[in-house]
């Protein structure tokens, strides 16, 4: 008579552990990239309540709010009480600094609306709060204002063409290209705000040279070893969100998404947008629309789409 068997040999356990194992290999990226889809999502809802608030801002004041003010305060701050933040707005003093001792509550305060899930990276320096959000300046490569007197620096460099810049107003009406084609808020991950170590993605860098065009600006910035430290200036990267500035609030379209950003002393930058999603960044239009850009979008129309009163073709995107 026969014995019946009670066990699985080792083989065939070493069978079934090698099935199990290729199952969850196939299945593990399956589940990321629904993870991720949803976070993207999130991530594109957030800038949609974004572009509510700046037409509800439009709406009550007939204007876009600054890029930033002459206080450095940012454009986010002043859409807080039309994003329901009316207790975090409270506390931001408009007649003082970012960094004044009035707003160091609010500087310290997360707004959840301003951060992409994407983007988990959460050591922000103590008493500082950031944001995965930025508004657009334009395509060019000036800071400030036009320079008007022929000595001095950066003479002759366009001014902004954006939506948001300093002490900007801008009306639909001035935005020539049309809102659908013009772009308001863009994506850039936060910074680890530390100068100990350089990330490619993260930080701004210095390239030490004073580019005159964009292109040039874009071919210093891509070629520099991004690894040594004398070229890293801004590590604190989209921290603090109440501060307007181009490495924390604001960025440029001169270079393509998912580009280095850098600066060029005095006041010549090209901070871009990026993200920690796939292949591309997502993008708030001015009509309030949001699209996903993918990194292979041609500069030229990626260009077009940070002018708002360019009159040109944008091309497809």
């Not at 204002?145 to 300093?166: H, K, R």
């Not at 772009?183 to 210095?206: L, P, Q």
């Not at 921290?239 to 001169?254: A, D, E, K, R």
Request: proline letters at 6%.
């Amino acid at each position: 008579m026969s014995l019946k068997r009670t066990a699985f040999t080792l083989v065939e356990l070493l069978v079934v552990i090698a099935i199990i194992g290729i199952l969850v290999a196939l299945l593990l990226p399956a589940v990321q990239y629904a993870r991720e889809a949803a976070r993207r999502m999130q991530c594109s809802n957030h800038l949609k309540q974004m572009g509510v608030a700046m037409h509800s801002y439009h709406d009550a004041l007939k204007t876009f709010p600054p890029g930033r003010d002459a206080k450095a305060l940012s454009t986010h701050a002043y859409l807080l009480p039309f994003m329901e933040y009316q207790s975090v707005h409270r506390l931001v003093d408009f007649s003082q600094s970012y960094n004044h001792p009035n707003n160091a509550v609010a500087l310290a305060t997360k707004v959840p609306i301003f951060n992409c899930p994407s983007d988990r990276l959460d050591n922000i320096a103590v008493g500082l709060a950031g944001t995965n959000y930025r508004a657009n300046q334009g395509s060019g490569l000036l800071w400030g204002a036009a320079v008007t007197t022929p000595s001095a620096p950066n003479y002759g460099v366009p001014g902004p063409n954006g939506v948001f810049y300093l002490n900007s107003r801008t009306g639909f009406g001035e935005i020539t290209d049309g809102t659908s084609s013009t772009a308001a808020f863009c994506e850039h991950i936060r910074g680890d705000s530390s100068n100990a170590f350089a990330s490619d993605r993260m930080d701004t860098f210095g390239p030490k040279t004073h580019p005159t065009t964009p292109d040039q600006a874009v071919q210093d910035c891509e070629t520099l070893d991004w690894r040594d430290l004398q070229f890293q200036n801004v590590s604190n990267v989209g921290v603090p969100w109440l501060q307007g500035y181009h490495s924390t609030t604001v960025y440029f379209h001169v270079s393509g998404p998912n580009k280095r950003s850098c600066m060029f002393p005095p006041g010549l930058i090209a901070t871009t947008a990026n993200s920690n999603h796939t292949k591309g960044v997502n993008l708030l239009l001015c009509d309030g629309s949001v699209r996903f850009m993918n990194d292979s979008i041609n500069l030229t129309t990626w260009r077009r789409l940070g002018s708002a009163n360019e009159n040109a073709p944008t091309g497809e995107f």
